[in-house]
């Protein structure tokens, strides 16, 4: 038996380092039947259970003081069908193996988030998400599931198979069982001719409707204490491949958006008076570029600069009004804010507790650098986020209960039905899960 089971209470702390936990002992099995003995051990000595990937989520979602399951061992694609268009891939695989793994095998997902340290299962389980008007969050592109319920048994789903926990597991939080393997939908490998750019605030707001409308993916950052912005646009090319270069990439992506953005950042928390003057700086450092590359070096890039982060999905035609709101409550107040607001695009989806669950939206990401206060900053967004029906990230930092999300989630309900019927005892509780789906 190759699982590793530790007894020790050590501390587990999450990526940002807002989080930690010290669970009971740590179990790293190597075989979906060494996870369920760990769940049904769990259980005989009354003890809660939780799976954590990388730890790259903001609140509490993986945390736990009874037992903690690390993944590591359960990584790697199970089988490829090609006829079907879907690979199969254990939960624990960090999606920049998978999306190498796939490239080598001459395919792709169809879109994916700006980051690719997580586990499959983390960022699924969490509603993670890139960009895109007609293609979806990496959850919307399950085909298939397979979890360890509390009792220890394993089940799959599909939309002919166990189809009520498929509509709702896709994006589960870790609440219905801990999942071990995941069907992907993929295609064959394309390029994509990403173009970036900057402008002003003023007119990518105005101009917003069309920029989205004309684009298969559009985002764009703000910098607070400017009237300034970088947008990206990714669309599909007929090629040929033109990689950014190793140079220009490298002083880009490396030396100004990590390096020389840390420094700033750093600077900035000793004398927060200097970040505006900074974020001008800033604001114009990234030059326009155009290159055509494979989908996952075009859609993600390196996040060394640590932060804590909040992102509340709004109704996609609420963005400008919100964005806008949000822009005069920095301006009006003595905040100082370091980091840029993201803004990124998502189709209606029917995943249950899925951010863009029955709706078109928006997405608004608020950030600070590690180590400065950000409560205050945080609590003034998330004040005018919810006057718009806002919905949080599950795994960013957010104050919104069950109370709340049973106003803003049509399919609340069915999935805490769902919860009561797969995990009656809470095996896979937490504080975090208590406040936002009840008790």
């Not at 501390?11 to 380092?17: D, E, I, K, L, S």
């Not at 298969?216 to 990206?232: I, L, M, V």
């Not at 200097?274 to 974020?279: E, G, H, N, R, S």
């Not at 806008?324 to 920095?330: G, P, S």
């Amino acid at each position: 038996m190759s699982t590793t089971v530790s007894g020790k209470s050590g501390t587990w702390r999450n990526w940002a380092g807002n989080v930690t936990a010290r669970p009971v002992r740590e179990v790293t099995p190597a075989s979906v039947d060494e996870l369920s003995a760990a769940v049904r051990k769990a259980a005989d000595d009354g003890l809660r259970v939780k799976a954590v990937g990388t730890g790259h989520s903001f609140t509490a979602a993986a945390a736990t003081d009874g037992v903690l399951i690390r993944p590591q061992l359960l990584t790697g694609i199970r089988g490829i069908d090609r006829e079907a268009g879907t690979v199969t891939v254990e939960a624990g695989t960090p999606l920049k193996r998978l999306n190498m793994a796939l490239a080598r095998e001459g395919l792709s997902l169809t879109n994916m988030g700006d980051i690719m340290e997580q586990t499959v299962s983390g960022a699924t389980s969490t509603g993670t998400h890139g960009t895109g008007r007609d293609s979806a969050s990496i959850a919307a592109q399950i085909k298939g599931l397979e979890l360890v319920t509390a009792d220890g048994s394993v089940l799959t789903c599909s939309e002919k198979e166990n189809p009520e926990v498929f509509a709702a597991a896709r994006v589960g939080i870790g609440a219905l069982g801990i999942v071990t393997a995941i069907t992907f939908a993929v295609e064959p490998i394309f390029l994509l001719t990403a173009r970036e750019e900057p402008m002003t605030f003023d007119r990518v707001t105005a101009d917003f409707d069309e920029l989205f409308t004309e684009n298969e993916h559009f985002e764009f950052y703000w910098f607070p204490h400017t009237g300034n912005c970088n947008t990206k646009r990714n669309n599909r090319s007929a090629g040929p491949e033109k990689p950014v270069g190793q140079i220009g990439g490298w002083i880009e992506d490396e030396f100004l958006s990590n390096g020389v953005f840390q420094v700033a950042n750093l600077l900035g928390r000793a004398v927060p008076a200097t970040i505006p003057a900074i974020a001008k700086i800033s604001s114009r450092a990234l030059s326009a570029r155009t290159y055509t590359d494979i989908p996952y070096k075009v859609f993600t890039s390196p996040r060394r600069v640590r932060f804590v982060e909040m992102e509340y999905a709004v109704p996609r035609e609420a963005l400008v009004e919100t964005l806008r709101e949000l822009r005069t409550m920095v301006d009006r107040s003595s905040l100082r804010v370091s980091f840029p607001v993201e803004v990124r695009t998502a189709p209606a989806d029917d995943i249950a507790l899925s951010t863009a669950s029955g709706r078109e939206s928006a997405y608004i990401a608020v950030h600070m650098f590690r180590g400065t206060p950000y409560q205050g900053y945080f609590t003034a967004a998330e004040r005018i986020f919810t006057a718009h029906e806002g919905r949080p990230h599950w795994g960013k930092v957010h104050t919104r209960d069950a109370a709340y999300f049973s106003e803003v989630y049509p399919r609340f309900g069915e999935f805490t039905a769902l919860r009561d019927r797969l995990d009656p005892d809470r095996r896979f509780a937490n504080d975090y899960l208590r406040r936002v789906l009840g008790s």
